[in-house]
């Protein structure tokens, strides 16, 4: 846009219209299980057709300029948020909000209304500097209270630097599209990622690269082991709900030929699960059973508790994992977990993220030993 028409722009009027008469549309663009070649996700963006400016970044400049970012993101959020119920079988949803706004009574409105937030992402865009106070961690926990994971996103870019990451502990890293473009002709680049991911891994987060464009830097991302992406090259923005490209279904069904034979599907165990870690007494009653797995009420596993003489059951957060994970993979995030913690059963999901039962560590390092 020149300046000569962004100076004859009615900005006032155009975010009145945007925020008050609803004049926002959202798309969704798919999020891939790059290990398995199915679509997981999907990321909201909101678009202003009918409007002299189309770019949104555009509008939330604007909105910013003008005092009403915190109306402009909300009403996105809330056009966003409607298909929220009708998302596909296990698969999560992205909003984006910038932690600015995070707790002005807007947004907070709109969370009040969605209510359940579980299958919700909500990523921090952060397009200007921002303290992380106690106001904004309060904010947050009131999200993830609500079910909701949090999300850094454009990693590696502006503002979302590694503080934010050791401050915010987000459940999803996404990397920013400047760090992915050409990945399959940068070593650098390269080893960044790797770096990245393995610091996702200690902290028990999502590696998500966006900005996916070309076959190589699909190629690249898989040899890393990058468990999620997105782009133009998996899937564009659209009307819910779009699939996986057929080019990048075919690209994905190669590569990944090889793993799925071996899954942690041969190595589970089942012990007893519990919705109160009070419970898990009772079930080591029984003179056979040495470990017990506390759930929550929608059978998602949160710890294993091996400790039978202790007072009260030791609740330490547990890893979870898919089990059509590859017996190396799951390896590969079982070690980075921080001193004595890479030892402890690894917490099997299904693809709604129930649990199905464990993978013990040692048994894990038989089956690679074997292989």
Known sequence: MTAEIETRL???GMLHEAIEGGRMQAV???IVDVARG???GYEALIRFPSFPVSSPDAWFAAAHDHGRSAELQAAALRIALREKANLPGNCFLTVNVGPEVLHHPAIQRVWADVGDLRW???ELTEHFAVEYNGVLHAALERLRSAG???AIDDAGSGYAGLAQLLTVRPAMIKLDRALIRDLDHDEAKRALVEMVGTFAGRIDAWLLAEGVEREGELDALVALNVPLAQGFHLGRPAL?????RPEADRQLAD???DRLGATLRTLLEHPPMVTDATLA???????????VVLCDDDRRPIASLDDRSAPLPLVTPDMRINLDTSPSDAALRAITRIGTEWARPLLCTDNAGRYVGVVRIPRLLHALASS
């Open 240 to 244: 819910p709900w779009a699939p996986l």
């Open 10 to 12: 009615d900005w006032p």
């Open 281 to 291: 007494f009772a079930a080591f009653a029984d003179p056979s059973v040495d470990l």
């Open 255 to 257: 590569k990944t030929s």
């Open 28 to 30: 969704y663009q798919p």
């Open 120 to 122: 919700v992402v909500v």
């Open 148 to 150: 909701a994971l949090i």
């Open 38 to 40: 199915v679509v997981v």
